[in-house]
């Protein structure tokens, strides 16, 4: 399946910058950007590699999904997340 979405360069750049893998997960407040650590990767994600780092994608959230954007990662920061960047 090939992703249906765009990634926001400033997400692309704070994902290369960190150095980590990433996944977009749900949250009752919407779809969030996390670091692995603080999620797991599962088997049946996509795999987008961005830079030398991997943005894991649920398949079925995939569907519904049109931007990948700042608000995603600002929903883990703001949720007192700390990604290291």
């Known amino acids: 399946m090939i992703p249906g979405f765009a990634i926001d360069e ?3 750049a704070y994902v290369r910058k960190s150095g980590q893998d990433f996944r977009l997960s749900t949250s009752p407040e ?4 996390m ?4 999620v797991s ?7 987008i590699l961005l830079g030398g ?3 894991y994608v649920s ?4 569907k519904y999904i049109k931007k990948i954007d700042w608000p995603m990662v600002e929903r883990y920061l ?3 997340g700390d990604s290291g960047v």
């Not at 919407?30 to 950007?33: A, N, Q």
């Not at 990767?41 to 795999?47: F, G, T, V």
């Not at 398949?59 to 995939?62: N, V």
């Open 30 to 33: 919407g779809p969030v950007l």
């Open 41 to 47: 990767a599962k088997p049946s994600d996509l795999k």
């Open 59 to 62: 398949k079925l959230q995939a």
């Open 78 to 80: 703001d949720s007192g």
């Open 53 to 55: 780092n991997v943005l």
């Open 10 to 12: 400033k997400v692309r």
């Open 35 to 38: 670091p692995l650590g603080s």
